[in-house]
């Protein structure tokens, strides 16, 4: 057990010395790792954040039919038979001009609004749940209601709920391309890089084999160092992210507060940063452990 | 302790460099292995150390059959053999100390403990004042002699030397050849490669030609 804590420690030992003696080369590796990983930190960041927003606004497609100003409270019961009857309405639900104006005063930011206008502007209104949720459909049932009498306007407002949440999916999606493609090209750099280093190193290998090194020791150091370097570039990756964030929010709270939301970009979660460096450490010792594979099985 | 028995080996592409050579070495006996260059001396070493393994024949090591050996337990037979090369092999981007370390290093021996061995096995090849100068400032004779001292620094039971003396004057071969029978009277097995008569005084020799194996005569050992 002593020996093997032995042989760890002192393996770690050579490599930080030997990034000590190559300390610019070793942070710049560091920094090429960090840039790599935060590209798609950056875009998680982004959806991350559009997701928090997104998440206030129900995902369920409704018709909103907005009724003329001067309708009379017969042709409201009219609409109101014809929906209860209407095959292809789940659910609907009348929200009345007065409860709307109550709700839009209750609502913290548009107060000072409200109260400058002398009377309600807001119409009375149906909010219709669609039986059927497909696009076509939820289009085809808005535009016969368009022509009922008595309603101003009949508006899908489901679609760019839809359309914002495939996006978001998209998004997803993209995140996940793009850390596959990135993880394969840190296996590469650092296999690259550990490969080079092999080959610096190819003396002390070969003697070290002729003298009874086991493949195992002759890997150890070169697996700590794919190791460290994914390790740095992890840390490095996090340190610009949180840095990106940031420099954005200060011009994001800017935007938001125009828009009376005190919406800002969150830094990533502590978890999210562990996980983050954690896989970056596992590609280090991946791409490494491929390397020192593929040379040893050469010198043989 | 070493036993071959009718062992050949052939390189990929190239004639044989064994033809069916038998012997038997026991333990703390100094041997030299006398030959032309090409005549398979070489050959003979990397079979005993397991770094080659016989195309036929078998090669007992302390009743160890080398060519049955899985590869994972290769370096730990290695391990009981000193070896020193040909060319040295010293690692020139670090400095005599480090140099004789790295045998420890493998064997998991570091620190204070490490230190000590390095110390002793330096101070009998007659370098302990050079410990942080580099190899590449030594004379010929001193780096044989460093390469000598990372052969034993582990302690083996068996040194292996592959023509020590090639490159070296004869003050410097006679005191290397004096280090290796000091070795030798404290119970080590040495087993020399020469092309040198010279060097072989009056121990047991080993005569290869093309080969094949001419003579196994035994010698008094040199008292």
């Given at each position: 057990m002593k020996q093997w804590l032995n042989q760890h420690q002192q393996a770690l030992q050579i490599v930080l010395t030997r990034m000590r003696h190559n300390l610019l080369a070793t942070l710049l590796m560091f920094c090429v790792m960090g840039v790599t990983l935060c590209l798609p930190g950056i875009l998680y960041v982004i959806v991350d954040n559009l997701n928090r927003l997104a998440?206030?606004?129900?995902?369920e497609p409704q018709i909103s039919l907005f009724l003329k100003q001067d309708i009379k409270a017969d042709t409201i019961n009219d609409l109101d038979k014809k929906l209860s009857l209407?095959?292809?309405?789940k659910t609907y639900r009348f929200v009345s001009k007065d409860t709307a104006w109550q709700d839009l005063q209750a609502t913290s930011g548009t107060a000072e609004i409200t109260h400058n206008?002398?009377?309600?502007p807001l119409p009375d209104a149906y909010f219709v749940t669609p039986r059927n949720l497909e696009p076509v459909a939820i289009e085809a049932l808005q535009q016969e209601m368009q022509q009922?009498?008595?309603?101003e306007i009949a508006q899908a407002d489901a679609n760019w709920v839809k359309r914002l949440y495939a996006m978001l999916e998209l998004g997803k999606k993209a995140i996940l391309a793009l850390v596959l493609l990135l993880g394969f090209a840190l296996i590469a750099i650092i296999g690259n890089t550990i490969r080079l280093q092999i080959l610096t190193q190819r003396e002390e290998i070969e003697v070290s084999r002729l003298i009874g090194a086991t493949d195992r020791f002759i890997r150890r150091p070169f697996l700590y160092a794919g190791a460290i370097y994914g390790l740095g570039g992890g840390l490095a990756a996090t340190l610009f992210l949180a840095s990106v964030i940031t420099l954005f929010n200060s011009s994001v709270t800017e935007i938001a507060a125009s828009y009376g939301s005190n919406f800002h970009l969150a830094l990533p979660s502590l978890a999210t940063s562990l996980i983050m460096i954690a896989s970056a450490l596992s590609l280090g010792w991946i791409g490494s452990y491929i390397a020192v594979g593929r040379s040893l099985s050469k010198l043989n | 302790m070493i036993r071959f028995d009718q062992v050949s080996k052939r390189y990929p592409g190239?004639?044989?460099?064994?033809?069916g050579v038998s012997f038997e070495l026991q333990q703390g006996e100094m041997v030299f292995v006398l030959g032309?260059?090409?005549?398979g001396k070489s050959t003979l070493l990397k079979l005993i150390a397991g770094i080659e393994r016989p195309t036929s024949g078998t090669v007992l090591i302390n009743n160890q059959n080398v060519s049955k050996l899985r590869p994972a337990a290769l370096p730990y037979l290695r391990r009981k053999f000193g070896l020193v090369f040909q060319d040295h092999?010293?690692?020139?981007?670090?400095n005599c100390f480090e140099n004789v370390a790295l045998p420890l290093y493998i064997n998991g021996v570091t620190g204070s403990e490490a230190g000590k061995r390095i110390r002793a096995a330096l101070d009998k090849v007659g370098l302990l004042g050079k410990e942080?100068?580099?190899?590449?400032?030594?004379?010929g004779g001193e780096q044989q002699r460093l390469a000598i001292a990372r052969a034993v620094v582990s302690r083996p039971s068996v040194l292996i030397a592959d023509e020590?003396?090639?490159?070296?004057?004869e003050n410097y071969a006679t005191e290397i050849m004096g280090i290796f029978d000091a070795f030798r009277q404290v119970g080590v097995s040495v087993i020399i490669a020469t092309?040198?008569?010279?060097?072989?005084?009056d121990a047991r020799v080993l005569r290869l030609n093309q080969g094949q194996l001419l003579s196994a005569e035994e010698g008094a050992l040199p008292a």
């Amino acid at each position: 057990m002593k020996q093997w804590l032995n042989q760890h420690q002192q393996a770690l030992q050579i490599v930080l010395t030997r990034m000590r003696h190559n300390l610019l080369a070793t942070l710049l590796m560091f920094c090429v790792m960090g840039v790599t990983l935060c590209l798609p930190g950056i875009l998680y960041v982004i959806v991350d954040n559009l997701n928090r927003l997104a998440g206030d606004i129900k995902g369920e497609p409704q018709i909103s039919l907005f009724l003329k100003q001067d309708i009379k409270a017969d042709t409201i019961n009219d609409l109101d038979k014809k929906l209860s009857l209407h095959a292809a309405v789940k659910t609907y639900r009348f929200v009345s001009k007065d409860t709307a104006w109550q709700d839009l005063q209750a609502t913290s930011g548009t107060a000072e609004i409200t109260h400058n206008l002398e009377k309600n502007p807001l119409p009375d209104a149906y909010f219709v749940t669609p039986r059927n949720l497909e696009p076509v459909a939820i289009e085809a049932l808005q535009q016969e209601m368009q022509q009922w009498s008595g309603v101003e306007i009949a508006q899908a407002d489901a679609n760019w709920v839809k359309r914002l949440y495939a996006m978001l999916e998209l998004g997803k999606k993209a995140i996940l391309a793009l850390v596959l493609l990135l993880g394969f090209a840190l296996i590469a750099i650092i296999g690259n890089t550990i490969r080079l280093q092999i080959l610096t190193q190819r003396e002390e290998i070969e003697v070290s084999r002729l003298i009874g090194a086991t493949d195992r020791f002759i890997r150890r150091p070169f697996l700590y160092a794919g190791a460290i370097y994914g390790l740095g570039g992890g840390l490095a990756a996090t340190l610009f992210l949180a840095s990106v964030i940031t420099l954005f929010n200060s011009s994001v709270t800017e935007i938001a507060a125009s828009y009376g939301s005190n919406f800002h970009l969150a830094l990533p979660s502590l978890a999210t940063s562990l996980i983050m460096i954690a896989s970056a450490l596992s590609l280090g010792w991946i791409g490494s452990y491929i390397a020192v594979g593929r040379s040893l099985s050469k010198l043989n | 302790m070493i036993r071959f028995d009718q062992v050949s080996k052939r390189y990929p592409g190239s004639h044989e460099a064994l033809k069916g050579v038998s012997f038997e070495l026991q333990q703390g006996e100094m041997v030299f292995v006398l030959g032309h260059s090409g005549a398979g001396k070489s050959t003979l070493l990397k079979l005993i150390a397991g770094i080659e393994r016989p195309t036929s024949g078998t090669v007992l090591i302390n009743n160890q059959n080398v060519s049955k050996l899985r590869p994972a337990a290769l370096p730990y037979l290695r391990r009981k053999f000193g070896l020193v090369f040909q060319d040295h092999k010293l690692l020139y981007d670090r400095n005599c100390f480090e140099n004789v370390a790295l045998p420890l290093y493998i064997n998991g021996v570091t620190g204070s403990e490490a230190g000590k061995r390095i110390r002793a096995a330096l101070d009998k090849v007659g370098l302990l004042g050079k410990e942080k100068a580099m190899p590449i400032t030594l004379s010929g004779g001193e780096q044989q002699r460093l390469a000598i001292a990372r052969a034993v620094v582990s302690r083996p039971s068996v040194l292996i030397a592959d023509e020590p003396t090639g490159n070296l004057d004869e003050n410097y071969a006679t005191e290397i050849m004096g280090i290796f029978d000091a070795f030798r009277q404290v119970g080590v097995s040495v087993i020399i490669a020469t092309h040198n008569l010279h060097d072989t005084g009056d121990a047991r020799v080993l005569r290869l030609n093309q080969g094949q194996l001419l003579s196994a005569e035994e010698g008094a050992l040199p008292a």
